[in-house]
């Protein structure tokens, strides 16, 4: 995740809204899934009751009819037609009995009694096989004597006899919207017995395929995009299959689904309040400085440092720069940030590691130019840098290169002195930076026993106004003369202020009017127009 920080951090307003509506839409799907759910427990609640009521149906229906076929006469005698009202009698789910003669012709009922004329019945609509291995012909939708052919039953006929279901009883179970009731003839087809009529004719024949049938199915289907329940009846020959089109489950949930959209909405909204401070942190810089502070972003500039009146390079300033995507910044606004941060020496250790991994790998061996390196006053200590110029130098160590270990006069000199004084002595150089900005006398300045002393550039942006801060550049060369200190003037811009240092006895120089900050690449170029390599001055 702490990769993409910056990322995100670039844009807040942006990425919050982003992260914000995803939130918000998944909240909407997980609620709308909630309610997907409980409408498919629904669905199976209803198959379910449904299944055993036509479990019902069908057990009574086949009972009657065996006992029928094995153990009554089939004639239209007055004795034999009250043993029938008695089946009937004891029957939840039927209403009447047929007897058919020899010729297969419906002669007599047990509401009719015996029929004027016999009747010979349509052809069925589909015939099945009980477990038993009985032929049932099953009427679905058969026109009734009794009401004079006005009102439709489910006739379901074997042997000799047939029984009329109740109409009521088929009102009861087609009365379940989105219901759709098939049967599987005996030659192994679906054959549709009631279907709602809000159903698409297309879905329907899609749901006479085989594979709705031979195993049970029940969930969401994307294609037709409603919800599917398709379970045999066991024991039975039926097939019970529910289709709830994805148009109606909207329509039956409206007001959940508003609430669930505000709801959603307003958790995105609380998202976004809480992201948008959140990216808003992430993009300052310091909470991003710790992964930035790597080779990968680290830029070294380097500045050099000339002989005052023959302009001749005696060495260089390494100068930091810290790419943040597409922007470089400068010291000023990162340092802050690194020393709230606690990155003193994560900072010190990159810039030194590659500086001297650049310089190293471009100048000649034979090269002795002063690099300057600029450092935290609380990382100046003996074992830390002496370890870590050793590990840099280490893939080049033939190389002539002198280290000068810069430190400004504000720092606490105390224990500085004793660290420098252990620098000095391994052959490192030391100079103090920004002189003049501080409070340091003679003294303090023989305590830390300088190498170079280097003028702050606000007293030679201040000479050609003759201000009393100029005047003191002559006191400056005077303390490094009493301490043997060699003198840097920093800021050079102009050809008058170096012929005025040069009077005022400064050594060195450094500034504009020499050379900007540069990369290696154009370092190395200045260098060799310069003249300087592979020897220069030396300070």
Same mark, same amino acid.
């Given at each position: 995740?702490?990769?993409?920080?910056?990322?995100?951090?670039?844009?807040?307003?942006l990425?919050?809204?982003?992260?914000?509506?995803?939130?918000?839409?998944?909240?909407?799907?997980?609620?709308?899934?909630?309610?997907?759910?409980?409408?498919?427990?629904?669905i199976?609640?209803?198959?379910?009751?449904l299944?055993?009521?036509?479990?019902?149906?069908?057990?009574?229906?086949r009972n009657?009819?065996?006992?029928?076929?094995?153990?009554?006469?089939?004639?239209?005698?007055?004795?034999?037609?009250?043993?029938?009202?008695?089946?009937?009698?004891?029957?939840?789910?039927?209403?009447?009995?047929?007897? *058919?003669?020899?010729?297969?012709?419906?002669?007599?009922?047990?509401?009719?009694?015996?029929?004027?004329?016999?009747?010979?019945?349509?052809p069925?609509?589909?015939?099945?096989?009980?477990?038993?291995?009985?032929?049932h012909?099953?009427? *679905?939708?058969?026109?009734?004597l009794?009401?004079?052919?006005?009102?439709?039953?489910?006739?379901?006929?074997?042997g000799?006899?047939?029984?009329?279901?109740?109409?009521?009883?088929?009102?009861?179970?087609?009365?379940?919207?989105?219901?759709?009731?098939?049967?599987?003839?005996?030659?192994?087809?679906?054959?549709?017995?009631?279907?709602d009529?809000?159903?698409?004719?297309?879905?329907?024949?899609?749901?006479?395929?085989?594979?709705?049938?031979?195993?049970?199915?029940?969930?969401?289907s994307?294609?037709?995009?409603?919800?599917?329940?398709?379970?045999?009846?066991?024991?039975?020959?039926?097939?019970s299959? *529910?289709?709830?089109?994805?148009?109606?489950?909207?329509?039956?949930?409206?007001?959940?689904?508003?609430?669930g959209?505000?709801?959603?909405?307003?958790?995105?909204?609380?998202?976004?309040?809480?992201?948008?401070?959140?990216?808003?942190?992430?993009?300052?810089?310091d909470?991003?400085?710790?992964?930035?502070l790597?080779?990968?972003?680290?830029?070294?500039?380097?500045?050099?440092?000339?002989?005052?009146r023959s302009?001749?390079?005696?060495?260089?300033?390494?100068?930091?720069?810290?790419?943040?995507?597409?922007?470089?910044?400068?010291?000023?606004?990162?340092?802050?940030?690194?020393?709230?941060?606690?990155?003193?020496?994560?900072?010190?250790?990159?810039?030194?590691?590659?500086?001297?991994?650049?310089?190293?790998?471009?100048?000649?061996?034979?090269?002795?130019?002063?690099?300057?390196?600029?450092?935290?006053?609380?990382?100046?200590?003996?074992?830390?840098?002496?370890?870590l110029?050793?590990?840099?130098?280490?893939?080049?160590?033939?190389?002539?290169?002198?280290?000068d270990?810069?430190?400004?006069?504000?720092?606490?000199?105390?224990?500085?002195?004793?660290?420098?004084?252990?620098?000095?002595?391994?052959?490192?150089?030391?100079?103090?930076?920004?002189?003049?900005?501080?409070?340091?006398?003679?003294?303090?300045?023989?305590?830390?026993?300088p190498?170079?002393?280097?003028?702050?550039?606000?007293?030679?942006?201040?000479?050609?106004?003759?201000?009393?801060?100029?005047?003191?550049?002559?006191?400056?060369?005077?303390?490094?003369?009493?301490?043997?200190?060699?003198?840097?003037?920093?800021?050079?811009?102009?050809?008058?202020?170096?012929?005025?240092?040069?009077?005022?006895?400064?050594?060195?120089?450094?500034?504009?009017?020499?050379?900007?900050?540069?990369?290696?690449?154009?370092?190395?170029?200045?260098?060799?127009q310069?003249?300087?390599?592979p020897?220069?001055?030396?300070?």
């Open positions: 995740m702490t990769r993409y920080r910056p990322r995100l951090a670039r844009r807040p307003r990425h919050a809204f982003i992260v914000a509506g995803v939130g918000a839409g998944l909240g909407l799907l997980a609620f709308v899934l909630f309610l997907a759910r409980g409408q498919l427990q629904n199976d609640e209803t198959q379910w009751s299944s055993r009521k036509i479990q019902g149906l069908t057990n009574d229906t009657v009819l065996r006992r029928l076929n094995e153990h009554h006469a089939p004639d239209c005698s007055d004795a034999n037609l009250r043993l029938l009202r008695q089946e009937i009698f004891h029957s939840t789910h039927l209403g009447d009995l047929g007897v *058919f003669d020899e010729q297969q012709r419906l002669v007599c009922t047990t509401v009719m009694g015996v029929l004027p004329r016999p009747v010979r019945l349509p069925p609509d589909a015939i099945v096989r009980t477990p038993q291995g009985e032929e012909a099953l009427y *679905f939708n058969l026109p009734l009794v009401a004079e052919m006005r009102v439709r039953a489910m006739v379901v006929r074997s000799r006899y047939n029984v009329v279901v109740i109409p009521l009883v088929l009102e009861e179970l087609y009365a379940v919207e989105e219901g759709t009731l098939r049967v599987q003839r005996i030659d192994g087809g679906l054959q549709l017995a009631h279907a009529p809000a159903t698409p004719p297309a879905l329907l024949e899609r749901l006479a395929q085989a594979q709705w049938f031979e195993q049970s199915w029940h969930g969401y994307w294609r037709d995009r409603a919800f599917v329940s398709s379970r045999r009846i066991e024991g039975t020959p039926y097939v299959q *529910f289709v709830l089109l994805q148009t109606r489950f909207v329509q039956d949930h409206a007001q959940q689904l508003a609430l959209l505000v709801l959603s909405l307003l958790a995105g909204a609380l998202l976004y309040a809480a992201l948008l401070p959140m990216l808003r942190r992430w993009g300052e810089l909470h991003r400085i710790a992964g930035l790597n080779a990968r972003n680290i830029l070294c500039l380097y500045q050099p440092i000339v002989e005052m302009g001749k390079p005696v060495g260089c300033e390494v100068l930091m720069r810290l790419r943040d995507g597409d922007d470089v910044l400068t010291p000023d606004r990162v340092l802050p940030v690194v020393a709230r941060c606690g990155l003193w020496w994560t900072l010190d250790e990159a810039v030194v590691r590659q500086g001297l991994g650049e310089l190293c790998a471009r100048l000649p061996v034979s090269s002795d130019l002063k690099i300057s390196f600029n450092f935290f006053p609380g990382n100046i200590q003996y074992q830390r840098l002496t370890g110029f050793g590990s840099a130098l280490a893939p080049y160590p033939h190389h002539a290169l002198r280290l270990i810069e430190v400004t006069e504000q720092s606490e000199q105390g224990a500085l002195a004793v660290e420098l004084a252990g620098l000095r002595r391994a052959g490192y150089q030391v100079s103090i930076d920004d002189f003049g900005t501080g409070y340091s006398n003679l003294s303090s300045v023989k305590a830390l026993a190498d170079t002393l280097k003028i702050d550039k606000s007293f030679v942006f201040e000479m050609e106004d003759a201000s009393v801060r100029s005047s003191l550049i002559p006191e400056i060369v005077g303390i490094a003369r009493a301490v043997g200190a060699r003198v840097v003037a920093e800021g050079i811009e102009n050809e008058a202020q170096r012929e005025r240092l040069i009077a005022f006895g400064v050594d060195y120089g450094q500034g504009y009017l020499f050379a900007r900050p540069m990369a290696i690449d154009a370092f190395m170029a200045w260098l060799e310069a003249g300087a390599l020897r220069a001055g030396r300070p």
